[in-house]
């Protein structure tokens, strides 16, 4: 087991910048997941982590140990690839085998260390079949298998799941947190989705055009987002985003969206940042509705049923909203007053996306 510290570390192809200073501290024994849309970076971190590319500049630490400019095989770490990259003339048994006799381990400890890993992942019976022969979640496990025989000190994951149905994915996302939980070692899982970031990772680091927007536990994540990105892409659906100003108003504090009649009286925490444009960040849970007189009125546009609840979309002062209710709270909506839950509202900063503070 190792912790892992990245140290400023960036990565340039040509004039493509694929990993912009990225600081990231790994407990010894975490389960850290790195998430964030297509071309953000994330297999390219990974690789610099195993050693498959060097760095533009910056440090990679493991243990403490500069690992930088270490080859691939001496940095202890094993990666998993998208593809599996089993070989397809090899059973499962001598993938599994292939990198340890590679390494000219012994005999007997590749059939002892293969059987290990076999019976944890449940592959004891398939030892003597042909990866064609093997399901997609199968295929996953072998190549998972293969990884573990090595016992490197770090994991390296890069979108394993991908390539399985939406229900496999969900069984093996509950193994790998099993298997986390029993092998006890530093894993860095890479996903571009970002349901299996929540579900599987104890801290998340999202991702976008190389940088760390925000690490933290899902939860932060999820309810304190740092970054409009973040709120944007953590959760389904994301945030609803209105943007306008902040107003001192009868020696209170509003926020004014101009035009449309889009007016909230808000608590004085934001009064520093009085006159500013920003952006109202809102989960669509956090939007409730009301007969009364008080809530901005909206008309529904539509309403998916989801069987344990339902998303609505309302057009409310020229925007149109997500708002997510029990499924008899929207049967056959056409208007509603909102009510906006403002203590569960994030505001961001219109230029920069900044979280305020
Ligand atoms: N060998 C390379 N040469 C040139 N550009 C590269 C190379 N590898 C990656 N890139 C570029 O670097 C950026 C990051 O790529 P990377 O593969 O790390 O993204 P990713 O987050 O893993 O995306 P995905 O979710 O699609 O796998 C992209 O713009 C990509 O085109
Ligand atoms: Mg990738």
Known sequence: MASVRLDNLSKNFGSVRA?????????????????????????????LVAGLEEPTSGGIFLDNRDVSRVKPQDRDVAMVFQNYALFPHLNVEQNMAFSLKFRKVAKPK???????????LGLADLLCRKPAELSGGQRQRVALGRAMVCQPKVFLLDEPLSNLDARMRAEMRAEIVQ???????????????????MTLGQRLCVLDHGQVMQTGS?????????HRFVGDFIGTPGMNFVRGRLEKRDGGLAFV??????????ANGLAKHAGREVELGIRPEN??????DGGLPGTVQSCET???????????????LVVRLPVADADGLAKAGLLF??????????ATGQALI
Not at 306 to 320: D, F, K, N
């Open 19 to 47: 990993v912009d200073g990225v600081s990231l501290e790994i407990p010894d024994g975490e389960l850290m997941v790195l998430v964030g849309p297509s071309g953000c970076g994330k297999s390219t971190l990974l690789r």
């Open 257 to 266: 969206e101009s035009g449309n009649g889009f007016e909230l009286g808000l």
């Open 179 to 197: 298997l986390h939980r029993r092998l006890a070692t530093t894993m860095i899982f890479v996903t571009h989705d970002q349901t299996e970031a």
């Open 287 to 292: 939007i409730s509705i009301t007969d009364a």
């Open 341 to 350: 839950d403002l203590a569960a509202a994030a505001w961001f900063d219109a």
């Open 110 to 120: 590749i059939r002892s260390r293969v059987a290990e890993a076999a019976e944890v």
């Open 218 to 226: 899902p939860m932060e994540l999820y309810r304190q987002p740092a």
């Open 306 to 320: 989801l069987g344990h609840e339902s998303l609505l979309r309302v057009c409310c002062g020229g925007h149109e």
